[in-house]
């Protein structure tokens, strides 16, 4: 299955707890229609690069492989591939990803799957490794008659066992000790409203920007 992103303009920020706690308090009192989910990922990027005499321009510089799944059921899982602004995605099963978690990857070539053969490719030509474990919880907000998409990605924590990735108990002991931190995620087609704008400024003033065009706005008392 191929997907388009609906959204040319992403931007991502680091939040405080304090204004994690106003923002997502207030997109609730604004009417935004609200989901959460528990999402652990296993991203792959490639070492090709940094080894002597080897050449990293063969691989796109923007195509990327991870693994996903939800709620703590790794009974399938969604392996997306993302190159150019365009996503694929295709279905695994638990079984096959513990076999590639083990080293196993003629069973990709096996589906006759586009996306499943590129990753084999990639797996094999270009050193694509398990480069790092991410658990946290993200709550989706939309809000009516706005095309836009708004995430809040809390308790994000790391782990570098990638072993671990269809194991939730043992992910938690990976994590056991570090701070989860707190995200802001908007995707959007073509501008932000002013009074999403005026929002983000009132509620959580202590943001901080990590990708995307910065967008301010001065929002005056009436």
């Known amino acids: 299955m191929t997907t388009t992103h609906p959204y040319a303009h992403h931007l991502r920020y680091k939040l405080t707890p304090a204004d994690y706690a106003t923002l997502r308090s207030r997109l609730a009192a604004s009417g935004a229609r609200g989901q959460t989910t528990n999402i652990h990922t296993l991203r792959f990027a490639s070492y090709r690069g940094a080894l002597p005499d ?25 392996l997306v591939r993302q190159s150019g602004g365009e996503s694929a995605y295709t279905i695994i099963a638990e079984a096959e990803c513990r076999a590639l978690l083990s080293g196993e990857t003629g069973w990709l070539l096996d589906r006759y ?26 709550e989706i907000y939309r809000l009516n008659g706005l095309d836009l998409w708004i995430a809040l990605d809390t308790d994000i924590r790391t782990s570098l066992e990638h072993m671990h990735f269809l194991d939730p108990e043992l992910l938690e002991q990976d994590a056991a000790g570090q701070d989860g931190q707190f995200l802001l995620e908007v995707s959007y087609s073509d501008e932000l409203p002013d009074e999403l704008l005026c929002l983000f400024e009132e509620a959580a003033p202590r943001r901080k920007l990590l990708s995307g065009a910065p967008l301010t706005r001065v929002c005056l008392p009436v």
């Open 54 to 78: 080897e050449r990293s321009q063969d691989i796109p510089a923007d195509l990327h492989f991870s693994l996903h799944y939800y709620d703590n059921d790794p009974s399938y899982l969604r």
């Open 113 to 138: 799957n586009p996306v499943l053969q590129d990753f084999y490719e990639c797996l094999t030509d270009q050193l694509l490794l398990p480069q790092v474990l991410l658990s946290y919880q993200r």
